[in-house]
Every structure is written in C-alpha cells, then in structure tokens.
C-alpha cells in the first residue's frame, strides 16, 4: 500500500459527527449519494464524507454572508481557505476512530480458499449401515435348515445365540 492510499484508509477508520450550524437544511452530495442535513441536526459518518459536507456548507454560509455585506455593483471574494477551516471546526466533531481491516495476504486467502474448498468438495463419510432387521420367523427357518429343532418359545436373541454357535462350529445349511 502506498502512503496515499494509507493516508485516504486511516482517513476513512476516523468517524466524525457533522452538525449543520446554519439555519436552513443543507443538501450536499458525495460519492454521489445525496445527503440532506436539516438545521441544527448532526449526521455520523467517516471523516471523508464529513468534512466533504463541512466544506461545502461552511463555503455557502460563508458566501450569503460576503453575498449580503457587499456592495451588488463590485466582485467580492466569498470566501478564505482560512474562513472555511474556522467554520469547519464549528461544524465538524471527531468521535473516534475504528480498528484497521485485517492485512489479507495471497498466502492466508488461498488458505482459506482451499479449506472453503475442502469443506465443500470433500467426500462424505460412509454412513453406518445398520445390520439387516432379522425376524424370530428367520432364525428359526435357518435353524432347521441346520438340522436343529429350535424351541420356538424362547426369545429372538437366544435363537440367534444358538444359530451363532452353530455357525462358529462350522454347521451350515442342509
């Protein structure tokens, strides 16, 4: 960044408060947004805008004043860069300041770039597949494949105990 562009970026952290001092609204543009500020009321804003909208309402006081106390016939000189700094003071109140933007480097972007990236591309994890649902009405079938008469009175999970222990005994199917 170059000294300019640090000057116009610590210039644009520093917040003011404007009050339009005169006794008539003020309508001033900057950056071309129209900005109305009615007499005796006060508009916050970065300290460009502010003293942009200072500048201009302090040259039209200064010149309806130079305007009334001259003579119609002769030029008269509106205004001093010295009178437009002493109202711009009257005008214009610094209220703080906000805490410079974070540096963004190449390197820290594509960092963050790559895990936007990762989080958005990479492959979802298998879901767990659950064991298949077996029914007492299976079991049983199967135990009789094995050439076992099973109790059909005992529960689901002693049947499978025993078809299990048929299985690590190397019993299979008929």
Known sequence: MNPEEKRAEESERRIARFKNIDNESFTHSFRGISITVQAGEEYTGRFPEVDHLA?????????????????????????????IDEKKREIITLIGEQKPKEVITPESKREDD????????????????????????????ELEKRGVKPDVKKPLEDLLKELMELEAKGITSK
Do not use: G
Not at 59 to 82: F, G, H, I, Q, Y
Not at 114 to 141: A, G, H, L, Q, R
């Open 55 to 83: 500048k201009h309402l302090a040259r039209k006081m200064l010149s309806r004043e130079a305007k009334k106390n001259s003579a119609k016939d002769k030029p008269v000189k509106l205004w001093t860069p010295a009178q």
């Open 114 to 141: 790559i895990k936007k990236i990762e989080n958005e591309f990479k492959p979802k994890p298998p879901t767990p597949k659950e064991p298949p649902k077996v029914s007492k009405k299976d079991v049983i079938k």
